[in-house]
């Protein structure tokens, strides 16, 4: 399959810890890049590859991948981080990139 | 600071064109990929097209290949989208976004990390 697959929705009490999953057989081959989306706003690259996070995102969003299952921790979550979250890989099959149906965390 | 900005989005009829612009300012745009991504009312994020760094390669997702083209202008620091044949569900925000990718690939998603600078969009409308 092409697809990567998230979760509709997961929430989180302020302060604590949240993972977000991806999963797709992409993800076997290639690491996911992390979106943090406000709709109507810009998307926000919050993570990518194996382990870099870029200049100015906080160090409590961290990623993993293990197998075709990539995650997104975000540890001791804030009300700002409750947005859309889609990972994204490239599709090498037929050079595409390739969106994840995104999750949307609510911070409670 | 790196920025991009879109425009040329507006209300279009099925079946019209529109070509979408974007100006890239505060980085060297002649040495990276530019992808466009388009958000659809309700929908999530959807790739649509990368042209390479020289604007030598391009790829499409297949719902807009034939219809929608890439391009850009070096000397300008602008990529464009030509997008012909519109149909009601092309109806979204459309975002430009640089590949972070260094040195960008001749074929450009032979490596690909992710998209590090957006810009706000801009909105098309077909009805």
């Known amino acids: 399959s092409s697809e990567l697959t998230q979760d509709p929705a997961v929430s989180v009490a302020l302060g604590q810890t949240v993972t977000i999953t991806c999963r797709g057989d992409r993800l076997k081959s290639y ?14 690259l919050v993570f990518y590859s194996k382990n870099n996070r870029p200049s100015g995102i906080p160090d409590r969003f961290s990623g993993s991948t293990s197998g075709n299952t990539a995650s997104l921790t975000i540890t001791g979550a804030l009300a700002e981080d409750e947005a859309d979250y889609y990972c994204c890989s490239r599709d090498s099959s037929a050079n595409h990139v390739l969106f ?5 965390l609510t911070v409670l | 600071q790196a920025q991009l900005v879109e425009s040329g989005g507006g209300v279009v009829q099925p079946g019209g064109s529109l070509r979408l612009s974007c100006v890239a300012s505060g980085f060297t745009f002649s040495t990276y990929g530019i992808h466009w991504v388009r958000q659809s009312p309700g929908k999530g994020l959807e790739w649509l097209a990368v ?10 997702v297949d719902s807009v290949k034939g219809r929608f083209t890439i391009s850009r202008d070096n000397s300008r620091s602008t ?19 640089k590949d972070l990718t260094l040195p960008a690939p001749k074929f ?19 009805s």
């Open chain 2, 108 to 126: 450009p998603l032979d490596y690909f990390y992710g998209m590090d600078v957006w810009g706000p969009g801009t909105t098309v409308i077909v």
């Open chain 2, 51 to 60: 042209t390479s760094y020289d604007g030598s390669n391009d790829y499409y």
């Open chain 1, 31 to 44: 690491y996911p890049s992390w979106y943090q989306y406000r709709p109507g706003q810009a998307p926000l």
């Open chain 2, 79 to 97: 990529v464009y989208l030509q997008m012909n044949s519109l149909r009601s569900e092309d109806t979204a925000l459309y975002f430009c976004a």
């Open chain 1, 100 to 104: 994840g149906g995104g999750t949307r």
